[in-house]
Structures are given as structure tokens and as C-alpha cells.
Antibody
């Protein structure tokens, strides 16, 4: 059974940093593309970014609002995906979901999400 | 970025109704269009991928169609568990983008 478990959310001040983690199990993580999707309170879904598997280059892509501030990484030895969030803004407050990504881009499995609140 | 526009934004319907939600892309995305269902307090769930292919376990009352810029999600006979918010997503180009969502409510 595929499981994705996010952690690391919490309250952080504007301008601060936070690192989210996603523990993956139940599938061959090394082969998987992974992504982060967020949802501000009461709002719709927003794609944050994606990381390919190492075989496909391990490259990343990001949404415009987070490009240059957020970094997605992975550790295939521990089946973990990470989202390093820097220079946080109040508009980054959201539930952040970790997802697996089929190569054509859609998210087939989702974690339960972790809440990030950016507030002074 | 490719802009995805869903209509309607909200919809009230009754159990047994046939419902159609549309999604329009700001430029052609071939069949790189996917549909998700989200219930309150839960993570989204993939329903349809590549415009018309069923995710495993999705009831056959859900169907998707379209290509290019115009797509539809149809629920043939609404069931109580179908009342939720539905999102389309394009993955033709990064950044991948979602529609704003359609909130399907009980009439």
C-alpha cells in the first residue's frame, strides 16, 4: 500500500524558513517522480513543484510564486522527499501535500498534508 | 503559464442528477488534463487522467472527455458520496496548473 506521510509544518514568522519532509513507502521510491501541492485555507489547489527521479535527471521545476525561494530535494536511500522553504511570506500559509507523480505529470497518490502558517 | 478555467464555480444538484463540469485551457494542452475530487478535510483523490482514462477504483458513473482546450467531467447519476469539490489540472507544460475548483452541493 502506498503511503506518504508529511511532517515539519508549523508556525513561522515572515522571512523565516521551514523544511517539510515526506516519508514514502509501499512503492519503489527510486523510480518515482514526486511533487508538492499546496492549498491555502478555504482556497483551491496550487502546484508548488516537482522532482524527477535520478534516472530521468533528478531535475526540478517550480511554480512562479515559489521559484528562487523553495527547493525540492530527495534522498533515495531513505525514501524521503523534502521541501525547503525560505523567505516565507504570509501568502505561503497553506496545507502542503506530498504526491507521487506519474511521468505525464498527474498526482496519483497524496499524503494527508501538513499545515504551514506564516504569521508574525 | 497555462490558465485553467472551470465552470461553474459552484453547482447545486440532487441525487440521481446528471452533472457536467467543464474545464477550459488558455491554450492547447492535447489530452494532458486530469480530474480530482476533494472532500472537506481530506486530500484530493485522482478520478480521471489523460482526459478520459479512469483511475483504478473510480466508479463508472464518472467519465471525462475532451482534447485541445475544452474538457468535461460528467457524473451520470449523482450519489450522496459525490458531493465534493472537483478540480482539473493540466500537465502539458510546467508549471502545472489547476482550475479554481467546482463545488458540487446538495440541492
Amino acid at each position: 500500500e502506498v503511503q506518504l506521510v508529511e511532517s515539519g509544518g508549523g508556525l513561522v514568522k515572515p522571512g523565516g524558513s521551514l523544511r517539510l519532509s515526506c516519508a514514502a513507502s509501499g512503492f519503489t521510491f527510486t523510480n518515482a517522480w514526486m511533487s508538492w501541492v499546496r492549498q491555502a485555507p478555504g482556497k483551491g489547489l496550487e502546484w508548488v513543484g516537482r522532482i524527477k527521479n535520478k534516472n530521468d535527471g533528478g531535475t526540478t521545476d517550480y511554480a512562479v510564486p515559489v521559484k528562487g525561494r523553495f527547493i525540492i530535494s530527495r534522498d533515495d536511500s531513505t525514501n524521503m522527499q523534502y521541501l525547503q522553504m525560505n523567505s516565507l511570506k504570509t501568502e505561503d500559509s497553506a496545507i502542503y501535500y506530498c504526491t507521487t507523480v506519474v511521468w505525464v505529470g498527474y498526482s496519483d497518490y497524496w499524503g494527508q498534508g501538513t499545515l504551514v502558517t506564516v504569521s508574525s | 503559464d497555462i490558465l485553467m478555467t472551470q465552470s461553474p464555480s459552484s453547482l447545486a444538484a440532487s441525487v440521481g442528477d446528471r452533472v457536467t463540469i467543464t474545464c477550459r485551457a488558455s491554450r492547447t494542452i492535447s489530452s494532458s488534463l486530469h480530474w480530482y475530487q476533494q472532500k472537506p478535510g481530506k486530500a484530493p483523490k485522482l478520478l480521471i487522467y489523460a482526459a478520459s482514462s479512469f483511475q483504478s477504483g473510480v466508479p463508472s458513473r464518472f467519465s471525462g472527455s475532451g482534447s485541445g482546450t475544452d474538457f468535461t467531467l460528467t457524473i451520470s447519476s449523482l450519489q450522496p458520496e459525490d458531493f465534493a469539490t472537483y478540480y482539473c489540472q493540466q500537465t502539458y507544460n510546467t508549471p502545472y496548473t489547476f482550475g479554481q475548483g467546482t463545488n458540487l452541493e446538495i440541492k
